[in-house]
């Protein structure tokens, strides 16, 4: 079942998110440990506004376990979604204008999306997929977004197995990504 992610503590979306997005963790939270790291995620997902809160994430729960997660808000609002994470930077005396693009205007941006291992090969993530595509549909969005990893092969042919196309490359973090689109 996929519902809403709850404002309360839950390391576990901490732990998806760290394990999809890796050093661009490092990146957001200014950690260079894990611990550190799930930590400040952990802060980020508990807060009302920014890329990371609860109000983008949706689960995808089993026997009300947590299988998996998928991360998306409107590429319009990334300045203001950017703004209370930037300003936490800026309490461990990082400063930053901003973070590198991850998508364009107009897009539906499908930040994360993570299932725990034990889970994997069921078909949740393409379940994942589709709930974020028809609400992106609902929100009034033409196509939907993400960024994979060069490297990450894996991802790359799932993804264009639902309908993702690469679009252009951008650099994250000091790595090379495919930026794709999917039109609705």
Known sequence: MITQAKKQNNMNLAILIHNAIHDIANTLTGEGEKDKILQTLNLYISMDINRLSYNNIWTY????????LIL??????VKKLDGAILEYLKTKNIFLESFDKECFEDEFYIDTVSVFGKFQGRGIAKELFAFIENKAKEEGFEKVS?????????????????????NCILEVSKHNYHHMIKML
Not at 61 to 68: F, Q, R
């Open 61 to 68: 729960e089993i026997e009300n376990e947590i299988a998996g």
């Open 72 to 77: 998306a808000y409107d590429s319009n609002r």
């Open 146 to 166: 993400l960024l994979v990893d060069f490297e990450n092969l894996k991802a790359l042919k799932l993804y264009e197995k639902i309908g993702f196309e690469k």
